[in-house]
């Protein structure tokens, strides 16, 4: 299973603060992409990285990835309130079959 | 900004019957998807979906699910004799070309099979 696995499954951090978030997968992959979850809702596209890059930005997200290890992380920094949601990565290989990981839950605290 | 838009937000099905949960794809993206996330679990790839056909499938997509894309804009998942543990939230998404673009997502339909 190509699956990602994000950890920690929770992260509870005062506004402000930095959030880090970690996935790794099992297969070769094409991209790996971050996807936002508010409760309720449905996905929001954050960033996407190819597996030829090593680093990312977007505004105040930093994306990394490292394919020897087969892991990205995700940075927020300076985070919001509004930042609370569940965090997924996504990968992508040969084919259009996208798998999602089990997602990191962020609590930011006003 | 263009969305993906679903219908029903919620659906209740009893036990066996069929249930069509319909979707809007953004109007110039080419390839659709659907997902499932049981609650408080990962989201589920289901089917990729191109020129009027299937592009991928996964294990879960089985023989009581299809797809069709019955006019220019809708895109539709059938499950046809619906199970108990069909109960989930169910995610279309779009895309302009294949998996190296951002996939857009729908709000999602909730399903639940009583």
């Known amino acids: 299973s190509q699956q990602g696995e994000e950890d920690p499954q929770a992260l509870s951090i005062q506004e402000g603060e930095n959030a880090t978030m970690n996935c790794s997968y099992k297969?070769?992959?094409?991209?790996l992409q971050w996807y936002r979850q508010n409760s309720g809702r449905g996905l929001v596209h954050l960033i996407l990285i190819r597996s030829n890059e090593r680093e990312k930005h977007s505004g105040r997200l930093r994306v990394t990835l490292d394919t020897s290890k087969k892991s990205s992380s995700l940075l927020i920094t300076a985070s919001r309130a509004a930042d609370t949601a569940s965090y997924f990565c996504a990968t992508a290989s040969t084919g259009n079959q996208f798998y999602f990981g089990t997602g990191t839950s962020l609590t930011v605290i006003p | 900004e263009p969305e993906v838009t679903q219908t029903p937000s919620h659906q209740v099905t009893q036990m066996g019957q069929e249930v069509i949960l319909r979707c809007v794809p953004i109007s110039n993206h080419l390839y659709f998807y659907w997902y499932r996330q049981i609650l408080g679990q990962k989201v589920e790839f289901l089917v990729s979906?191109?020129?009027?056909?299937?592009?991928?499938k996964s294990e879960i997509f089985d023989d009581q699910f299809s797809v069709e894309r019955p006019d220019g804009s809708n895109f539709t998942l059938k499950i046809r004799s619906t199970k108990l543990e069909d109960s989930a939230m169910y995610f279309c998404?779009?895309?302009?070309?294949?998996?190296?673009?951002?996939?857009?997502f729908g709000d999602g339909t909730r399903l639940s099979i009583l």
């Open positions: 998404a779009s895309s302009v070309w294949d998996r190296v673009q951002p996939q857009h």
């Open positions: 297969t070769s992959i094409n991209n």
């Open positions: 979906f191109y020129n009027n056909e299937i592009s991928e």
